[in-house]
């Protein structure tokens, strides 16, 4: 309710791109445009996998879940920004596990002195996101390996990775879902229907609200293009730090929420299960969005974000390992967080 107010980003953010305003002035306000929607899309999301059960509810989640991040993501591929949308990958990652993990434990620690969690549910997340990562690591490792390989080469290894992590989400689901469900019951996410939304409505919101992330990625990818080209940011930059801000605001902020209220098996279940869903069904999805457009993407990501890759993961699951954790670890992530970014920028 409270985002409600930003939809007036919407009309604003189209009528500067039509008079041609400032390019970082249209990114802004474009920007601000789609937190709103990909909060009524997540919402809408959730009532209706609700209504369907666990398992079609599931397979909901992981379709429309991260889907105003995947619109963006898609409109970029379109254009031929293959770095931004690598980096938005790497970006989102490494914020819902160092930013909003970090932001959900000084909340929460805040509150109380010791944080604890359910142990086997995190040690679990943490295994399946080591899993992912490894995915998206490979690729690069082979082409610092083999760098007079050719190109479809590398195409083509990025090709039957993402095959290969798209099956094992799909495993993940069967085994999150039906087979061993019982042991994620106290870390799924809450469907938050005190007044529940009408299965009609939120339809409808879904469909309106995804045509208008559609036309929010259109406008914010010519503007990232003017940006790039006249202030002189990267791609990488742009990419790592920005792009996931918006996509994944709202639900970054009810972890965040959620975690203060002292639920946090909650907050740690949505950074490490929407990092997961990103390595593991955005970017094989993002891969083969390229191959039907015509701009191949690999899964070849530059130094920098594997190593933040790399060592956010580890980072995570060492503090997940004793099933406690406190605010300090909190500010720890927040640390590490502040320094990949300042990296970013001088990218």
Do not use: C
């Not at 970082?24 to 474009?30: H, K």
């Not at 590398?154 to 069967?174: C, D, I, K, P, R």
């Not at 469900?181 to 106290?186: E, L």
């Not at 972890?255 to 869903?277: E, F, H, N, W, Y």
């Amino acid at each position: 309710m409270t985002l409600r107010w930003l939809l007036i980003a919407l009309p604003a953010s189209w009528l500067l791109a039509m008079l041609h305003a400032s390019p970082l002035l249209v990114f802004g306000i474009t920007a601000l445009g789609v937190v709103p929607l990909a909060a009524a899309m997540g919402a809408s999301t959730e009532t209706l996998a609700h209504r369907t059960g666990p398992a079609a509810g599931g397979l909901l989640m992981a379709t429309f879940g991260n889907a105003a991040e995947l619109i963006l993501a898609i409109a970029a591929l379109r254009a031929g920004l293959t770095n931004l949308v690598k980096a938005s990958i790497t970006g989102s990652i490494l914020g819902n596990l160092l930013l909003i993990l970090g932001l959900a434990l000084v909340a929460g620690g805040l509150r109380k002195p010791t944080l604890t969690f359910n142990r086997t549910a995190a040690g679990m997340g943490g295994a399946m996101l080591l899993l992912a990562v490894t995915g998206l690591v490979v690729p690069a490792l082979f082409a610092v390996a083999h760098p007079a390989a050719a190109p479809a080469v590398s195409s083509h290894l990025s090709e039957a990775v993402a095959l290969v992590l798209g099956v094992t989400y799909a495993a993940s689901l069967v085994f999150s879902l039906r087979t061993h469900r019982n042991v994620f019951q106290g870390t799924a996410a809450p469907t938050g229907h005190e007044t529940a939304i009408p299965v009609g409505r939120a339809i409808t919101v879904l469909a309106v609200a995804t045509v208008l992330v559609a036309v929010q990625s259109e406008i914010l990818v010519h503007a990232t293009e003017q940006v790039v080209a006249r202030f002189g940011l990267s791609e990488v930059f742009l990419g790592l730090i920005v792009i996931p801000l918006i996509g994944n605001a709202a639900e970054n902020a009810g972890a965040v929420v959620v975690a203060r209220k002292g639920d946090t098996d909650l907050a740690l279940s949505i950074a490490l299960g929407s990092s997961t869903q990103v390595a593991l069904f955005v970017a094989p999805l993002l891969v083969f969005a390229g191959v039907v457009l015509g701009q191949p993407m690999t899964l070849v990501f530059t130094p920098l974000e594997v190593l933040a890759l790399g060592l956010a993961t580890l980072i995570v699951t060492v503090i997940a390992l004793d099933g406690e954790s406190h605010w300090f670890e909190g500010a720890q992530l927040l640390a590490a967080y502040s320094i990949f970014a300042v990296a970013a920028w001088f990218i």
